[in-house]
T-cell receptor
Framework: KAGVTQTPRYLIKTRGQQVTLSCSPISGHRSVSWYQQTPGQGLQFLFEYFSETQRNKGNFPGRFSGRQFSNSRSEMNVSTLELGDSALYLC????????????FGPGTRLTVT | DQQVKQNSPSLSVQEGRISILNCDYT??????FLWYKKYPAEGPTFLIS?????DKNEDGRFTVFLNKSAKHLSLHIVPSQPGDSAVYFCAAVFGATNKLIFGTGTLLAVQP
């Protein structure tokens, strides 16, 4: 069974631009969660999507948004990029909503200059 | 405010010896704890977990201990192997939200 895939793996953007990251969950998994990893902050929860609806949300500004498609694939969008948005963005999929058993993708490394 | 803390950013251990990774938490409502391992260029992978009703869970070379009164959990790896070199994250969940709250990670280096 293929794992969670994320595209692109690396991205360089400039301040003020917007970016869209993509995540394809494990086949059959309906929940996709997004996390931001920065040095010194660990993994911080952004949001979780299940059946095309955002079900949980972390403490991030409205510049961070996402969506999920009917095939469970998910995209995350960050608008008006700031230098502090430079991070590794990880998505994780699970069979059920709010499941502890999450499978992570390799992440997208975003650098904002 | 960091609810889950890993105060040691790094740890170096000799092959064959015990590795002890520590994690402290502040929220007494957490009812489930997990450890994840992360290699460079890969996502975190689940390693071992423990429910708050237990104080120990063992899986092969990995044992997690939970001390609820001290709000402290630890991961023991015995014996340590070079392939264990990775970043280890502890995470906590409480039933009200089911969100995973991660610590900042500890980089373990096992020297051959």
């Amino acid at each position: 069974k293929a794992g969670v895939t994320q595209t692109p793996r690396y991205l360089i953007k400039t301040r003020g631009q917007q970016v869209t990251l993509s995540c394809s969950p494990i086949s059959g998994h309906r929940s996709v969660s997004w996390y931001q990893q920065t040095p010194g902050q660990g993994l911080q929860f952004l949001f979780e999507y299940f059946s095309e609806t955002q079900r949980n949300k972390g403490n991030f500004p409205g510049r961070f948004s996402g969506r999920q498609f009917s095939n469970s694939r998910s995209e995350m969008n960050v608008s008006t990029l700031e230098l502090g948005d430079s991070a590794l963005y990880l998505c994780a999929s699970s069979l059920a909503l709010s499941s502890y058993e999450q499978y992570f993708g390799p992440g997208t490394r975003l650098t904002v200059t | 405010d960091q609810q889950v803390k890993q105060n040691s950013p790094s740890l170096s251990v000799q092959e064959g010896r015990i590795s002890i990774l520590n994690c402290d938490y502040t929220n007494s409502m957490f009812d489930y704890f997990l450890w994840y391992k992360k290699y460079p260029a890969e996502g975190p992978t689940f390693l071992i977990s423990i429910s708050s009703i237990k104080d120990k869970n063992e899986d092969g070379r990995f044992t997690v201990f939970l001390n609820k009164s001290a709000k402290h959990l630890s991961l023991h790896i015995v014996p340590s192997q070079p392939g264990d070199s990775a970043v280890y994250f502890c995470a906590a969940v409480f039933g009200a939200t089911n969100k995973l709250i991660f610590g900042t990670g500890t980089l373990l280096a096992v020297q051959p």
